[in-house]
């Protein structure tokens, strides 16, 4: 005979671990040109206890992209880390242009694969980041690099469907705009 109770109790608590679970599955990150998995606890702790890094590491999307108060400082970040090899405005210089349509790692037009490239390199020049900036930065930096997107937004894959529809390819020129303090997340304010 099968007791209903314990069954219904044995359900719950499968629901329950399944929930558990459901909460702190992580994507899994690799490099960019080795597959090899990597370890985030290359990095350090800084930055990996953001709410917009907890998110990303469930989701694999990068919530930043939504937040126009980060991309002063993402532009900060990505002058003085990225755009002596990528250019000013990544429009390419020893190392590839970021701000089209042509990836040589074609996984880079999504935000998993634009975070494990700068978080574990790629190859010659393009050293892994992990040193040099915290996981929560390369976030900042990922939405900076977006944002100078010059190309056609049926390749933005990264974009969903509503900033698709309010999608303007970057001018060339113009800065971030300038963060609104009491509304810019803790994380995103620059550490003088
Ligand atoms: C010392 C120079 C140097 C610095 C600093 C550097 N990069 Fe790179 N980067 C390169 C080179 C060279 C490549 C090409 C490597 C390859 O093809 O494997 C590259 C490749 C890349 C790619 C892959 C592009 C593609 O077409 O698939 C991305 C994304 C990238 N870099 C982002 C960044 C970001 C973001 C930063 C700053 C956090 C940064 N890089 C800092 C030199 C650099």
Not at 11 to 28: D, P, R, S, T
Not at 117 to 126: D, L, P, V
Not at 149 to 177: C, I, M, R, T
């Amino acid at each position: 005979m099968i007791n209903r109770k314990l069954l219904m109790a044995g359900f719950a608590a499968a629901a329950l671990a399944l929930g558990a679970a459901g909460a702190m599955a992580q994507i899994e990150l690799h490099n960019t040109v080795t597959g090899e998995p990597l370890n985030l606890s290359d990095a350090g702790e800084e930055g990996q206890d953001t709410p917009a890094f907890k998110e990303f590491i469930q989701t694999g999307k990068n919530p930043y992209n939504k937040e126009p108060n980060c991309l002063a400082n993402g532009e900060q970040l990505f002058l003085s880390m990225c755009s002596g090899c990528h250019g000013h405005v990544a429009e390419g210089k020893i190392g590839p242009g970021l701000n089209d349509d042509y990836w040589t790692y074609p996984d880079n037009n999504t935000d998993k694969g634009l975070f494990e490239t700068i978080f574990g390199g790629a190859s010659g020049q393009m050293g892994p980041m992990y040193g040099a900036v915290n996981p929560d930065q390369m976030l900042q930096i990922m939405a900076w690099v977006r944002h100078l997107y010059k190309d056609g937004v049926e390749n933005a894959v990264w974009l969903d469907d509503e900033q698709k529809a309010s999608f303007k390819p970057y001018d060339g020129h113009s800065h971030a705009p300038k963060a609104d303090p009491a509304k810019t997340p803790e994380a995103c304010k620059a550490s003088e």
